[in-house]
């Protein structure tokens, strides 16, 4: 299965990093390619279901499942149709927050490796500067 990690650093503390990954509503904010979200009401809890939609692509809703673990920091995004799986990590570091990603991808959407290791990169930077400035 074709995997990969990548990281960055923030200036900002673990729980202002925490409350723009839990939230699926923010992603657009600084997810890379998601147009616009949809959370299903009345949700609580470590497991959530959202829908997706990348941009250019208003008619290509993506069911995503998100399951957090406050407590140890991680953050799991789950696609249901792809079956592209996104793991996210918080680690205090410094003064500061440590931003890890770990993102397997099945076998037959292995092509998307590459565009998926841009897509990432360029989202933790605007995740870990939109951190730093809330």
């Known amino acids: 299965m074709p995997a990969f990690r990548d990281a960055t650093n923030t200036a900002a503390p ?14 657009p904010e600084w997810w890379v390619g998601l147009e616009t979200v949809e959370t299903e009401p009345s949700q609580s809890g470590e497991e959530r279901r959202y829908t997706m939609y990348p941009n250019g692509y208003p008619d290509f809703p993506m069911p995503q499942v998100l399951r957090t673990s406050r407590d140890q920091g991680r953050v799991m995004v789950s696609c249901l149709v792809s079956e592209l799986r996104f793991e996210w990590r918080l ?36 995740l870990a500067e939109l951190a730093a400035t809330a």
């Open 91 to 126: 680690e205090p570091a410094n003064q500061g927050t440590r931003i890890t990603v770990e993102v397997e991808i099945p076998e037959r959407e292995a092509s998307q490796l590459e565009g998926q290791r841009e897509i990432i990169a360029s989202s933790l930077v605007r």
């Open 14 to 27: 673990p729980e202002e990093v925490w409350k723009i990954l839990y939230d699926p509503s923010r992603f």
